[in-house]
């Protein structure tokens, strides 16, 4: 009688296990997925209810939670297009321009969505006065400088400065915020200065100070 050869259950396992290995080695990786892309054009809501293009140059970015992940600028007729990769396919992304949060989106890769954005904005421009101090000298020119920030921009066709309630003409930096004007020399009394502005939503912004010019005493010698 002859005998037959059996292999146990187990080592079929192994080899079937082992075989199965090599064929997944074998396999070409897959490539990473692409990132979801969102574009369209964002516009700025006025305090009129008028919504009007962005400018060219506002920052948009995308955020995980407390983490920035892309960013990208505005054109000049206010289009957008940003590429977004995260963690994972179904993550909520956030979607801002510049210091506004305006949607969520749920990240899908190989995913291109069409999206326009709305800034609703509120909040008025900051002036920060530089100079002059309390007093100055009598008779001298006098620097008159301010900083003015936003959170979206600033419109710079709105920017008026006056000194006594005449209007001077300032130079504005738009780079640094840095607004600034070189009086006449000014005779000894008191001024009163005033700068207004909006950002490009319409909220405006006014700020009024004093200053005294006086002319300065010399020591008397006995």
């Not at 977004?84 to 321009?97: A, E, R, Y």
């Not at 419109?155 to 780079?175: D, F, H, R």
Request: aromatic fraction near 6%.
């Amino acid at each position: 009688m002859e005998k037959k050869l059996t292999i146990p259950a187990t080592i079929i396992i192994l080899l079937a296990l082992a075989l199965s290995l090599t064929l997944v080695k074998s396999q070409p990786p897959l490539p990473p997925p692409l990132p979801m892309t969102v574009e369209g054009y964002v516009f700025i809501q006025k305090t009129t209810g008028e919504n009007v293009t962005a400018p060219q140059g506002l920052y948009v970015y995308a955020k995980v939670n407390t983490n920035i992940i892309s960013n990208t600028t505005t054109e000049a007729d206010g289009h957008y297009g940003i590429s977004i990769s995260g963690p994972d396919d179904g993550t909520p992304v956030d979607l801002w321009v510049q210091e506004i949060n305006i949607t969520r989106i749920i990240l899908h890769y190989w995913n291109v969505t069409t999206l326009n954005m709305t800034v609703v904005d509120t909040a008025p421009p900051l002036i920060q006065i530089i100079s002059p101090p309390a007093e100055i000298a009598a008779g001298k020119p006098t620097w008159i400088n301010a900083t003015l920030t936003d959170n979206l921009a600033i419109n710079v066709t709105t920017i008026k400065m006056t000194l006594n309630q005449t209007q001077l003409i300032p130079t504005y930096e738009p780079a640094t915020g840095l607004l600034y004007c070189l009086t006449s020399p000014l005779p000894p009394g008191l001024y009163t200065a005033q700068i207004t502005v909006e950002d490009i939503a319409g909220n405006k912004a006014t700020k009024t100070w004093n200053f005294t010019a006086y002319t300065p005493i010399a020591p008397i010698i006995n």
